[in-house]
Nanobody
Framework: VQLQASGGGLVQAGGSLKLSCVISGRTFSNFHMGWFRQAPGKGREFVAVIAWGGVATRYGDSVKGRFTISRDNGKNTVYLQMNGLEPADTAIYYC?????????????????WGQGTQVTVSS
């Protein structure tokens, strides 16, 4: 299984970005998908998770109301729409996948990780 994230970049505070993560090697619809981030000098932080059906979602407290996770099973892709970006959102963003439980993603122990994509928010 390979996960390829993209869509990061430099944006001003208050702006928006949309991250994408494509999964290959296995049937995408069998996986719960998530996003994490890691800021310089900090640990990895849970951002959002979406269950394989695409209905159930959960978000980290720091992004609730600003970020939206979604998925397109036909395109093997999970998205993270980020609105109202703040300098504190600056981090490397990672996508993750697990074929068993949403809980493994919530606990930060998914079976698969993608490479990161850098998001930088300027003030």
């Amino acid at each position: 299984v390979q996960l390829q994230a993209s869509g990061g970049g430099l944006v001003q505070a208050g702006g928006s970005l949309k991250l994408s993560c494509v999964i290959s090697g296995r049937t995408f619809s069998n996986f719960h998908m998530g996003w994490f981030r890691q800021a310089p000098g900090k640990g990895r932080e849970f951002v959002a998770v979406i269950a394989w059906g695409g209905v159930a979602t959960r978000y980290g407290d720091s992004v609730k109301g600003r970020f939206t996770i979604s998925r397109d099973n036909g395109k093997n892709t999970v998205y993270l729409q980020m609105n109202g970006l703040e300098p504190a959102d600056t981090a490397i963003y990672y996508c993750a996948a697990d074929g068993e439980t949403v809980g493994k993603i919530l606990r930060g122990t998914p079976a698969y990780w993608g490479q990161g994509t850098q998001v930088t928010v300027s003030s």
